[in-house]
């Protein structure tokens, strides 16, 4: 695959604040690139880097392969998809949609509104831009609401037209940010699988900045999880989940949050470490690891069971939907297969390899 | 909680006092316009006229020079506006939305200028103007007031308001910054807009003191100069006239202000704020 | 030659907020300074040459009887327009805001009255007021002399004729300071009311001095100042009745900086004029500010 678009060492100060530390990003060819992160973290500027809404202090953004950091958002023509959705509230969703169009088939002339009307061509030019507005309304479903303003439409309505501004222009790369996050859960994730679906149809890069590390994996073929400014680990959903990093990774990624066992709470890997993800670790009769249950929760498919280790390490555990919970306070023995435990360096926080 | 009758009445009665005394000077102008010639010199007290007297209108619109200072009033106050908004709105769109070197300082400048009441610089506007001589034409009377710093105030206010990715969302639709003033962030601004153009053309078309010195061709006269050039050749013997003109004077802005109050209120009260 | 992105990102700064800039600075900030130099010279209006007198047009302002004149008239007007006037404005919008519980479509037509004045072109007014005040024809002397009352000449009794303009400025700002005390009014919120009521505190007497006038009290600060600011100005009800007489006895700042500067051409004085009245005007600003900031405090 070939890459679309570069971030090369790239890092943005702020005054003397730090937002982006020699970051450096690669984004493939039709690829959906997950930007992951806590707030703060320099997702959000990365994007706009990306966008050309702002610019880098140091390093190079390649698009294509060549340098665009002079070039502004329009000449980058990469579409942004925004949190906010920043919809025109004073035009109608036909005229959001059909604003980039405008700007790119008519000439200043043309646009205005009585002189543009009589010149010859700009009722064709008119109509082809209206044609390209229908058909992305029809693929988002907005065909009924083309003469509604912003402020009549929910939150999926919105986030809809927002998608459609950025369709119409058949951009070379869709940036997203955080475009879920003011819906509510069930339009969320309604929403997530058509996003998915419409980067299938259009086949160009997405790159979506979120917080949210199941949206991550669930929609993305490339995360780059980032953390106070830096790249932390960028690669599949699955090397991130079965090869954190370091430590900061490991606690991001994935649904139930990763324990950790220092050396003496149980499992005793030399200096390291260690990290024991609970879906890994199961009551099991001939389990190495003795700890006392502190609650269960029953979630139906699986129970998710809080326990004390030895030296008083929060653990986690996730047993089947059918395990007799024992009355709580009582010890259980929890097994786990020796290839799930991640090693880290007690002081760096990065990924050991274990000797083999 | 209910008040009393008694409570009511009296607040009541000095409520319609006070709005006696308010509309007096409006009810008499009326009146005295309405007037024939002899029962407005009489000493018997008649706050009605015995019968509506349309002549002093039709004296004052066709016999006199006032549709013409209407017409300049008009002009002035249009080209004033159109100046101030064509100037205000992308300064203040840059004050609001962009980072630029002295941004700040321009903000104290704009800060300080509504300090500035325009009396102040008259003698030296007054001066430079006779300088290049455009001293009594329409562009003195415009020219001094195409600044605003009131202007620049009120619509950078709106705009701080407006969220940035709106105009990130633009620059991406490819909208130059020039653009996005005049088709994102002016139309969004049309609160403030009618609020600022009710005050500029209230301030304007009412005020004397600089078309007193700016203009002393008659023809160039504006409404209130205009009226005082009316007054002045009748010597006081053309009562009905003069108070038929007083009223189409005032009557486009009441009526308007009649018509929308609200927004009459908002901007004038806007408008009074500044320094 | 394609200029770099900063380059053009500054030349747009320039191009939006250049021409306002420069507009500012031609009819606002170069004028002041030169008004400010040419106050301590004997410059006239189309002489080639001019002397630096220092403080002379200060001193000629102070001291002659004119030139003295001319401030305490103004400081009068205005000693007599703010207190009438924002004691007027308030008692209206108290009344008004007590009016809307009970009668809100009249207490809205008493407000348009009561506004009218704001709006109105106010030479044409200070023409119907100089009819009012007809010394024969008027109707307040015409009612006055059938109930055998004396007949003031209002606007040409040298002892009078201030007071009657003042009384003009008065019935002018009335509205406007109305329309500041019902929003504040209208800030106040209705727990304080019933708190006050709980309190023993209920009578429409008793409400408005335990509520209603300390929690107006910034606000009627500021509008004292608006009006002081306001007052300062007066001009075109002087410069259309009086034009400043009898004898000077209604001459203010900004119409004798009109008559010395563009009537008798005498730049350098009517610049000593102005940069007093504008001195005035700063020192209510400073108020103006420390009042505002109060305010935000209070809130």
Known sequence: MATILELRNVTRSFDSKVVLDDVSITIEQGSFTALLGASGCGKSTSLRIMAGLDRPTSGEVLLGGSDVSEQTAYERNVAMVFQSYALYPHLTVAQNIALPLTMRHLTPVRRLPLVGAVMPGTGKARQTIMDKVHEAAEMLGLDQLLNSKPGQLSGGQKQRVALGRALVRDPSLF??????????????????????????????????????????????????????????????????????????????????????????????????????????????????????????????????????????AEIRAIAPGDFAVPATGSEIRLGYAPEKLHLFDADTGFRRERAA | MKQSLRSRILPLILLILGAAFILLPFVWMLSLSLKPQDEIFTTTISLLPSAIEWSNYTFALTETDIPLFLWNGLVMVTGILFFQILFAVPCAYALAQRRFAGRDVLFGLVVAALLVPFHVTAIPIFLGFAQIGILNTMWALILPFIQTAFGIFLFRQFFAQLPTDLFDAARGDGLSETAIVWRIAFPLALPASTAFAIFSVTAHWNDLFWPLIATTDPSLATPPRGILYFRDQESGDNVGPLMAAAVIVTAPLVVAFLLAQRKFIQGLAAGGLKG | MRLSRSKREGLTDLWLAGPATLALLAFIFIPVAIVAVLSFTNYQFGALTFDWTGFDNYIALFSSSVGRRAVTNTLIYVAIVIPFSVGFGLLVAVGLYQMTQWAPRWSNVFKTIYFLPVAATLVAMSVAWQMVLHPSLGIVNQALFSAGLPTPSWLSDRSLVLYTLAMIGVWQSIGYNMVLFLAGLAAIPAELYDAAEVDGAGGSWSRFWTVTWPMLGPTTLFVMVVTATNAFRVFETVATMTKGGPAFASDTLVYALYREGFVYFKAGYASAITMVFFAFLLVLAVIQFRVVARRVHYR
């Open chain 1, 175 to 312: 940036l997203l940010d955080e475009p879920l996050s003011n819906l509510d859960a069930r339009l969320r994730v309604r929403m997530r699988s058509e996003i998915s679906a419409l980067h299938r149809k259009t086949g160009k890069a997405f790159v979506y900045v979120t917080h949210d590390q199941t949206e991550a994996m669930a929609m993305a073929d490339q995360i780059v999880v980032m953390i106070g400014g830096k790249v932390a680990q960028s690669g599949p959903p699955r090397e991130l989940y079965e090869h954190p990093a370091n430590r900061a990774v490991a606690a991001f990624v994935g649904h139930n949050a990763i324990n950790f066992l220092e050396p003496g709470d149980g499992i005793d890997m030399g200096e390291s470490v260690v990290g024991l993800r609970p879906e890994d670790l199961a009551p099991s009769e001939s389990g190495a690891l003795l700890a006392r249950l502190e609650s269960a929760e029953y979630l139906g498919s699986e129970i998710v069971l809080s326990l004390r280790g030895a030296k008083g």
